[in-house]
């Protein structure tokens, strides 16, 4: 079975740019979250989606949006870059067991660089 | 709120010797944990997860965890350190978001050396 893939693999962009990420999840799996992780820091969490709605935020601006598609497939987007953007973004497919347990698996990642 | 601290930034042992990670969590109700390791320029790999039933928890590639409610503590631990092993290890605490959701909350981040 083919775990979390994310695309791109690396990018680079430039300060006021857009950019947007893309994520697909476990086949079966509903529900996509997404988190930054900053070079020397754990990662963080920015959004989490489930049937294509949105479910829980982190403390991060406007900026930074997301969705996810019938497929349960996500997209990230961060419009406005700011260098402080540059980090390598983290999807995880979310899993639920029979008592109600989510687990959380990770994708590779998305390594984004702001100049 | 929920939080996790580990306790050391950094630890480096020698192959074939002993490893123990720890990790404090501060959680108002029974948490469920879990550890993360990461491998440089990778993402991040699920080792072992505790959610209140054995106390005792065993995970992949050797590692084992201990919830002790007692000491509000869930250090990693593996009998025999692997060149392999060497990583950087998360200890996570999952916090309820609302509407139904979960987020992961991480700690800091152990980098784990070994030495040959």
């Known amino acids: 079975d083919a775990g979390v893939t994310q695309s791109p693999t690396h990018l680079i962009k430039t300060r006021g740019q857009q950019v947007t990420l893309r994520c697909s999840p476990i086949?079966?799996?509903?529900?996509v979250s997404w988190y930054q992780q900053v070079l020397g820091q754990g990662p963080q969490f920015i959004f989490q989606y489930y049937e294509k709605e949105e479910r829980g935020r982190g403390n991060f601006p406007d900026r930074f949006s997301a969705r996810q598609f019938p497929n349960y497939s996500s997209e990230l987007n961060v419009n406005a870059l700011l260098l402080g953007d540059s980090a390598l973004y983290l999807c995880?497919?979310?899993?639920?067991?029979?008592?109600?347990?989510?687990?959380?698996?990770f994708g590779p990642g998305t390594r984004l660089l702001v100049l | 709120a929920q939080s996790v601290t580990q306790l050391d930034s950094h630890v480096s042992v020698s192959e074939g010797t002993p490893v123990l990670l720890r990790c404090n969590y501060s959680s108002s109700y029974s948490p469920s944990l879990f550890w993360y390791v990461q491998h440089p320029n990778k993402g991040l790999q699920l080792l072992l997860k505790?959610?209140?039933?054995?106390?005792l928890v065993k995970g992949i590639n050797g590692f084992e965890a201990e919830f002790k409610k007692s000491e509000t503590s869930f250090h990693l631990t593996k009998p025999s350190a692997h060149m392999s092993d060497a990583a950087e290890y998360f200890c996570?605490?999952?916090?309820?978001?609302?509407?139904?959701?979960?987020?992961?909350?991480f700690g800091k981040g152990t980098k784990l050396s070994v030495i040959p």
């Open positions: 505790y959610t209140s039933a054995a106390t």
């Open positions: 996570v605490v999952r916090t309820y978001s609302g509407a139904g959701s979960y987020q992961l909350t």
């Open positions: 086949s079966g799996h509903k529900s």
């Open positions: 995880a497919s979310n899993s639920r067991d029979r008592e109600g347990q989510e687990t959380q698996y």
